[in-house]
């Protein structure tokens, strides 16, 4: 009698059991195969917004470089038609903010261009500022080297008047000159506190320049000037900040792995990144002289209908 009472309580106990292992497996198997799915959405949908972010760059070095061909194309006595020209650029890009013209001008030809570009601009002098120091106005270099002062802007308002007459002391400038001239291509720089934004140190950097040489027509490998774009890089990477289908929060960073941009790599970075763990994909942006590495992170891995 005791036997049998032990068998009516046994046998409902292992099928217990074994229905409650079968239901789990079967919960961890729909688990994992809707976490696999959700990875999969993600990464093709981070594979669509670092291809976006490509496409839109590509777009704008493209712009600048119409607006370098202008210079190589036409004649000097026509350049002063730069702006009907370059209104037509700026206008057509969300994130290209201003074209700037750099001529090459000798140490024995600035005081004749400063009276020139006085002509349209009265206000016009040519100024720098050395790494680490002031604003300083004239021409500072050793040994005589050519420098590159902004000459004209597009559009002219008052915050790219801010930007013309400065020309770069510093050498890694010499070093973009260096490598546009020797490879033909634009210079993307690491983010910059933009002149259009003001002198403050403490202002955010939000800018990146892009570098676009101008070769002679008769002499392709003399240099004569360079077109400079004038980007509000954060423009770019809000924009593939995105929701996914489930609601989800896609968060975003983007770390810069070009040169000199060590010391202050992140462009950009979702609120929340630090503390939020969720899954993470890496996708590349190459530009011609450097690698944007782009992080995507889901804020949560899955979502509480899943």
Do not use: C
Not at 76 to 98: G, K, M, N, Y
Not at 188 to 193: G, L, N, T
Not at 254 to 281: C, H, K, Q, R
Request: proline share 5%.
């Amino acid at each position: 009698m005791q036997q049998l009472t032990k068998k009516k309580y046994l046998y409902p106990f292992l099928v217990f059991n074994f229905a409650l292992l079968l239901t789990l497996y079967a919960v961890y198997f729909v688990y994992q195969s809707q976490f696999k799915y959700t990875v999969s959405l993600v990464d093709k949908l981070a594979e669509q917004q670092a291809e976006n972010l490509q496409q839109v760059v590509e777009s704008d070095l493209q712009f600048i470089g119409a607006g370098a061909n202008f210079f190589h194309a036409t004649q000097p006595e026509d350049w002063h038609r730069f702006p009907v020209f370059a209104d037509q650029i700026v206008s057509s890009s969300q994130t290209l903010i201003a074209l700037q013209w750099m001529p090459r001008i000798e140490h024995h030809q600035v005081a004749a261009h400063v009276e020139k570009v006085k002509r349209t601009y009265p206000f016009y002098e040519i100024y720098t500022v050395p790494k680490d120091g002031p604003k300083t106005l004239g021409y500072i270099m050793r040994n005589d080297e050519p420098i590159y002062p902004a000459s004209d802007v597009y559009p002219r308002n008052q915050a790219n008047f801010n930007a013309l007459g400065y020309y770069s002391s510093r050498l890694r400038f010499q070093l973009v000159l260096d490598g546009i001239r020797e490879t033909g291509q634009p210079s993307v720089s690491d983010k910059i506190r933009l002149l259009q934004d003001g002198f403050d140190r403490s202002l955010a950097k939000t800018g990146l320049l892009v570098y676009h040489p101008v070769f002679s027509s008769e002499n392709a490998k003399e240099l004569v000037g360079v077109v400079i774009g004038v980007i509000r890089s954060t423009k770019y990477f809000e924009s593939i900040v995105v929701r996914t289908a489930t609601e989800q929060d896609l968060l975003v960073k983007v770390t810069d792995m070009g040169f000199d941009a060590e010391d202050d790599p992140i462009l950009y970075e979702s609120n929340n990144w630090d503390v939020t763990s969720g899954i993470e994909i890496t996708k590349r942006v190459v530009l011609p002289n450097r690698e944007w590495i782009v992080d995507f992170k889901l804020d949560r891995k899955v979502t509480d209908n899943d």
